[in-house]
């Protein structure tokens, strides 16, 4: 039991396709996070929103589409994909005031684009 | 801006010896945390250790360690006794409070390799 659960596990999409992933926190966090994990690089943050407004975008392209409709919730539309945007993307969450300051992650969703 | 460097990208163990993950980070900040973090085959990333900036004395969970260095920027993971189960990628992140929250930024990952 991870806390942080993202579905689905695994997704193949065309290059044309309109998708989404999403994740949900049963932890009580204020803040969530998009991570997007690919061979050999670092986690590259995209977005964190806390208490359901946008706090960061690092520069992600617009073919990625962010929604948080509270703070349990986060989604991650996905259309006009490129193949390079196959990668394993983290959600996360974490507490804000919380003195352990820990971000927990999902399992992740492996997303390939064909 | 801020970065977080792991320098070695495979390391191997035998059982139950020990090994040294290095970690090196860059920030202009004072108050900050720093993190490791396993993910093992499963993709599930694991809290190992974490250690706050003002405390002077490093972090320690059971058979982890950390040797944490605020003037060099160093932040090293000892794992004891190393087992199996130990096998899997480690990631050193760094956290610190900016825009309204934590921002956390990772390393690119060792992968450990215990061998039997």
């Known amino acids: 039991e991870t806390g942080v659960t993202q579905t689905p596990r695994h997704l193949v999409m065309g290059m044309t396709n309109k998708k989404s992933l999403k994740c949900e926190q049963h932890?009580?966090?204020?803040?969530m996070y998009w991570y997007k994990q690919s061979a050999k690089k670092p986690l590259e943050l995209m977005f964190v929103?806390?208490?359901?407004?946008?706090?960061e975008n690092n520069s992600v392209p617009s073919r990625f589409s962010p929604e948080c409709p509270n703070s349990s919730h986060l989604f991650l539309h996905l259309h006009t994909l490129q193949p390079e945007d196959s990668a394993l993307y983290l959600c996360?969450?974490?507490?804000?005031?919380?003195?352990?300051?820990?971000?927990?992650f999902g399992e992740g969703s492996w997303l390939t684009v064909v | 801006a801020q970065t977080v460097t792991q320098s070695q990208p495979e390391m191997s163990v035998q059982e139950a010896e020990t090994v040294t993950l290095s970690c090196t980070y860059d920030t202009s900040e004072s108050d900050y945390y720093l993190f490791w973090y396993k993910q093992p085959p499963s993709r599930q990333m694991i809290l190992v250790i974490r250690q706050e900036a003002y405390k002077q004395q490093n972090a320690t969970e059971n058979r982890f360690s950390v040797n944490f260095q605020k003037a060099a920027k160093s932040f090293s993971l000892k794992i004891s006794d190393s087992q199996l189960g130990d096998a899997a990628m480690y990631f050193c992140?760094?956290?610190?409070?900016?825009?309204?929250?934590?921002?956390?930024?990772f390393g690119t990952g060792t992968r450990l390799k215990v061998l039997a």
């Open positions: 929103y806390n208490f359901k407004e946008q706090t």
């Open positions: 992140a760094y956290s610190q409070f900016t825009s309204g929250t934590y921002k956390y930024i």
């Open positions: 932890l009580g966090h204020n803040a």
């Open positions: 996360a969450s974490s507490q804000d005031g919380d003195r352990l300051n820990t971000i927990y």
